[in-house]
């Protein structure tokens, strides 16, 4: 009987630790949306205005490009407007309307030309493009 039980024990502590073994070299890193990649199309400016203009009502700036056959994708978001960058906000840009759909029609016309954008919005609600 002590025999019976000393395996068990034995056997079951051997069996444990393979498995536990087993679990830490198996372990997988979950990818956060930071470490995976992801490119994202959208059909035309006006389908990436309203998904984004929360981000760009807050300083943020994008630069977008048009890849054939695709769609309209984001390049970079090199800034966001701060108290230190608002400079850029009151140069003379390639194109700015308080217009939405007057402003993603000429980046529309601007993006299928093969031109590359950099977008933003001012805090009074002027839409802004500068052709690169």
Known sequence: MKKLLFSLLIGGTFVNCTMVAQAQANHIIPFSSATVPQQVYFHDVEEFLAQYEPLLNQGHVYTLAFEP????????????????????????????????????????????????????KDKDGTYWADIK
Do not use: M
Request: aromatic share 8%; with cysteine; charged share 20%.
């Open 69 to 120: 056959g695709k769609g309209i994708y984001i390049v970079s978001s090199p800034a966001s407007l701060n108290s230190g960058t608002d400079l850029l906000a009151v140069r003379q840009h390639s194109f700015s309307s308080k217009d939405k759909l007057k402003f993603a029609k000429w980046c529309n016309e601007q993006l299928n030309k093969g031109n590359i954008l950099t977008i933003g």
